[in-house]
């Protein structure tokens, strides 16, 4: 069986190492760039199957960059990983991505998220509530088991 490909935008180097160890027992980290603008230019030279991506980065933030890689390939899913439990930010990234995880409960919880997006559906923290209700009542399948 083939494993799905990544790539990983993380600005820390200690996280993103330990990120790339966690996802690399999963699927194939093909790449780890530190800011939006390396992101951009590492899909279109890989095209992963999927991208796990800070918010918060110098440059070009995680979002910006996700905008950019949908105009050119919709159908790469990008999972946000981040420290801000704020639903509004939640809400506005998942307007862009499919999958939004708490670096506080990365653990397990990222792998699940990327194989969720990988399948077609939305993943939510469950810390940050129900993912329907996130959405704006959108029925949506996701961490938070709605």
Avoid: C
């Amino acid at each position: 069986m083939t494993r799905a490909t990544l790539v990983l935008a993380e600005d820390h180097t200690t996280i993103a190492e330990q990120l790339r160890g966690l996802l690399g027992e999963a699927f194939d980290v093909l790449a780890v760039v530190s800011h939006g603008e390396a992101l951009i230019k590492a899909v279109r030279r890989l095209r992963p199957n999927v991208v796990v991506t800070d918010i918060s980065m110098p440059g070009m933030d995680g979002i910006q960059a996700a905008r950019a890689i949908l105009a050119d390939w919709p159908d790469v899913p990008v999972v946000f990983i981040t420290v801000h439990d704020d639903p509004v930010l939640a809400r506005s990234a998942l307007s862009v991505g499919k999958g939004y995880v708490l670096k506080a409960a990365a653990g397990e919880e990222l792998i699940d998220a990327v194989r969720h997006v990988l399948k077609g559906g939305y993943f939510l923290s469950p810390a940050l509530g129900r993912i329907d209700l996130l959405m704006g009542n959108q029925t949506v399948s996701g961490g938070t088991g709605s």
